[in-house]
């Protein structure tokens, strides 16, 4: 359809909506909001609109309906697929939920929390805390991003091995539809088989179907006892068997077990202040292990001694160290956040979101490293993640010396070798990402027809006018 461009008359129509003290015009205020992280996308808006209620966003979205505007929802912006980035034409509207960042309420005895859509994820997780409860996602972002993003990107983070990720940790939604209709659906219910699960639909949805501008969270009892390890290995192979090992030792008290090669922990050393190798010596691959139990402090420590002696007698640890202090844990953990932002000094890095079935984790890292290095002699892989969920960030940093701007011109080329890769041992090219600008022509030829044309009758029937974030997820006529 025609998009018509942003008359002022219209943008002012807008304006009045939320007041001018809540709009951004001036292009240096908008500048931060026009590009994605990784510098990948960088757009153009004439107008930012700070709405400070679902009232106010169910108008937004009405007037832009009624006009043809495209809408573009944003939270924290810290999205890697280009899914909060307005287009480069300048006819998208930035709708931004910063102002609606309330903790509406928390109800231990129920354990759920309620939450505006702008409200930041370690405002939520302090929230819980301060009732002896836990909110479990974390995220290196955690500070900045917002919980309608999350849940707009179903996101999973660290902990998804023992509570799964956003998807499992939302109870009901609040929802500002294209039309500037609102769902009310803070339900509270873990149980409600009452026809189609409206819910599941926004989620993953990357505001492409309307704003979530709340949610009911669960919430779970504080851990009593909690213990970090890092043991060295030698290969992924290792790694699998001593993550079988500790799921058969720990059981749902094996709350993170992360994948880490040896040249993540360089860069994390090289370029984090703060950051230390804890083994003595060097080995390929390391694991961090995150143990939580419900009892006590002492539990969780001979839980992971007896994990950690079983590694070492049976030769899949080489060397371990254990956390002695709150403070040495988060250091173990800020080494495993630090390994994305360490790659940029060292150039260009071409990133891959995937997830393949757990077992199969050490033959697609193979295969897909000895493909690339054909293609690209000398590039420097770096591929980590969550092992104990299949989710495997598989980055590549330039070769030493490369040309940054060349060697970044190979991204398509370098995910055509991977991706194929990924699908043949039965997994996905975006883990918890999301599609964005980045994978929305790769869905179409990756997904079935059915299964596009059934997304587009979805995008179609909830978004006639076709506003809601547009050229993102899927495309329609």
């Known amino acids: 359809m025609d998009i018509p461009g942003p008359r002022p008359e219209l943008l002012d129509r807008f304006a009045a909506i939320v007041g001018a003290n809540h709009v951004l015009r001036d292009p240096n205020d908008l500048a931060p909001h026009l590009v994605e992280g990784r510098g990948l996308y960088r757009g153009a808006s004439p107008m930012l609109l700070k709405p400070g209620s679902t009232q106010e966003v169910s108008a937004i979205l009405k007037l832009a309906s009624e006009t043809g505007t495209p809408i573009v929802p944003q939270t924290g912006n810290t999205g890697l697929v280009g899914g909060q980035t307005p287009r480069a034409e300048g006819t998208d509207l930035i709708l931004s939920l910063e102002r609606m960042n309330r903790i509406r309420d928390v109800d231990p005895v129920a354990n759920v929390l309620v939450a505006d859509g ?210 040495q844990q988060k250091a173990l953990w800020h080494m495993r956040e630090s390994l994305s932002d360490a790659q940029k000094p060292e150039g260009g890095s071409i990133k891959h979101d995937v997830s393949v079935p757990v077992s199969k984790i050490p033959a697609f890292m193979a295969e897909a490293d000895k493909a690339v290095l054909e293609a690209v002699p000398g590039a420097r892989i770096c591929a980590f993640g969550h092992l104990g969920d299949g989710n495997i960030h598989y980055n590549i940093s330039q070769p030493v010396g490369a040309d940054k701007a060349d060697f970044l011109a190979k991204w398509r080329m370098i995910n055509d070798i991977v991706h194929p890769i990924v699908l043949a041992a039965g997994g996905s090219i975006s883990a918890e990402h999301g599609i964005g600008q980045l994978k929305r022509d790769e869905l179409a030829h990756i997904r079935s027809p059915i299964e596009m044309d059934l997304m587009r009758r979805i995008k179609m029937a909830f978004d006639p006018a076709g506003i809601m974030n547009p050229g993102k997820v899927v495309s329609v006529p």
Request: with cysteine.
């Open 118 to 327: 702008g409200a930041i994820l370690a405002d939520v997780q302090k929230a819980a805390e301060a009732v002896d409860r836990l909110f479990p996602l974390s995220l290196g972002s955690e500070g900045s991003c917002r919980i309608g993003g999350n849940l707009s990107t179903n996101a999973g983070g660290t902990a998804v091995l023992a509570y799964g990720n956003m998807r499992q940790l939302c109870l009901g939604l609040e929802v500002v539809l294209p039309t500037g209709e609102i769902w009310d659906g803070l339900r509270r219910l873990k149980k409600d088989n009452t026809g189609y699960d409206l819910r599941d639909l926004f989620i993953g949805a990357e505001g492409t179907l309307g704003v979530i501008t709340g949610a009911v969270l669960k919430l779970f009892p504080q851990p009593r006892g909690h213990q970090v390890a890092m043991a060295g290995v030698n290969s992924p192979e290792d790694a699998l068997q001593l993550l079988e090992t500790a799921s058969t030792l720990c059981g749902t008290s094996l709350t993170g077990f992360e994948l880490m090669p040896r040249i993540g922990i360089e860069f994390s050393v090289r370029h984090t202040e703060g950051v230390r190798d804890p083994l003595s010596d060097p080995h390929p691959w390391y694991v961090l292990i995150d143990i939580s139990t419900s009892d006590s402090a002492e539990t969780a420590e001979r839980m992971i001694q007896t994990l950690l002696e079983a590694g070492l007698d049976s030769g899949l640890i080489r060397d371990a160290v254990i956390a002695s202090s709150v403070a």
